[in-house]
């Protein structure tokens, strides 16, 4: 499972991507992957807020995941 990573998320994993591949406990929803994320990365629960994109769509906790979706990771943005 591919993630694309944007913004400070891919300053706390030091990539642009992450590949999951785990073969056990690959995450099959939203939800499973920011677990998995936050326990692999301690530092994502530091964000106050965390938007998942699947397939170009934004998902919610509940949206399943398969191997081949692209996942991308949108951290928060802040504007002026």
């Known amino acids: 499972m591919k993630i694309l ?4 998320s891919k300053d706390i994993v030091g990539a642009s991507s992450l590949l999951i ?3 056990k406990k690959t ?3 939203v939800k499973e992957l920011k677990q998995f ?3 692999k990365y301690p530092e994502f629960n530091t ?4 938007a998942i994109a ?3 769509n934004y998902a919610d ?3 399943l995941l398969q191997e081949e979706d692209e996942i991308a990771i949108i951290p928060p ?3 002026g």
């Open 5 to 8: 990573l944007f913004g400070i």
């Open 21 to 23: 591949n785990d073969g």
């Open 27 to 29: 995450p099959t929803t």
């Open 37 to 39: 994320i936050s326990n």
């Open 47 to 50: 964000l106050s807020s965390l």
């Open 54 to 56: 699947v397939n170009s």
């Open 61 to 63: 906790d509940t949206t």
């Open 77 to 79: 943005v802040s504007g």
